[in-house]
């Protein structure tokens, strides 16, 4: 697929800004060996919120879904921003962006207790950026710039 210049930069200039964003978040969390999910799993709100307390309740699935959260928050970011394994990655952060939004779903009638900055109706922060990584997934960019390009020209044809 052929891009403009502008269209190249900002679809790239796109893949690293989300990139640094879910690196930082999962090595903030990483990091800390205090951190863990508990506390927003207590505060989700709508329909699945059943599946979150039972996530927060229970020590072992709790551990897991730290590990697992942290992890792949730092991969995903990882990824992204090497332009090394972009479609995986962008698939896994839209899964991750999607658990976040059915956690904490924007619908009116549902308060929670930690602050939101901004008010949203359906269309939230976290619903953005997923859709973002739609974007980055059907306008690909590593094969041109990222690491992609460099180990797709290594292989012999």
Same mark, same amino acid.
């Given at each position: ?31 800390? !060996? =205090?951190?863990? &999910?508990?506390?927003? $799993? +207590? ?6 919120? *059943?599946? %979150?307390?039972? #996530? ?31 479609? !995986? =990655?962008?698939? &896994?952060?839209?899964? $991750? +962006? ?6 904490? *779903?924007? %619908?009116?009638? #549902? ?47």
């Amino acid at each position: 697929m052929e891009y403009s210049k502008g269209q190249l930069i900002s679809l790239v200039l796109l893949r690293l800004a989300i990139g640094w964003h879910f690196f930082y978040e999962g090595m903030v969390k990483v990091l800390n !060996p =205090a951190w863990t &999910a508990k506390a927003y $799993l +207590l505060d989700s709100g709508g329909f699945a919120k *059943p599946f %979150f307390d039972w #996530i927060a309740f229970n020590p072992s699935l709790l551990a897991i879904s730290d590990f697992v959260n942290a992890w792949a928050l730092t991969l995903v970011g990882f990824f992204l921003l090497l332009g090394w394994w972009v479609r !995986p =990655a962008a698939i &896994a952060g839209m899964l $991750l +962006l999607g658990m976040y939004y059915l956690s904490h *779903p924007p %619908f009116p009638g #549902i308060e929670y207790l930690f602050p939101i900055d901004g008010n949203y109706f359906i269309i939230d922060k976290t619903m953005v950026e997923l859709l973002a990584l739609g974007v980055l997934l059907s306008f690909p960019t590593s094969h041109i710039i990222g690491l992609e390009r460099l180990f797709k020209k290594s292989k012999p044809s």
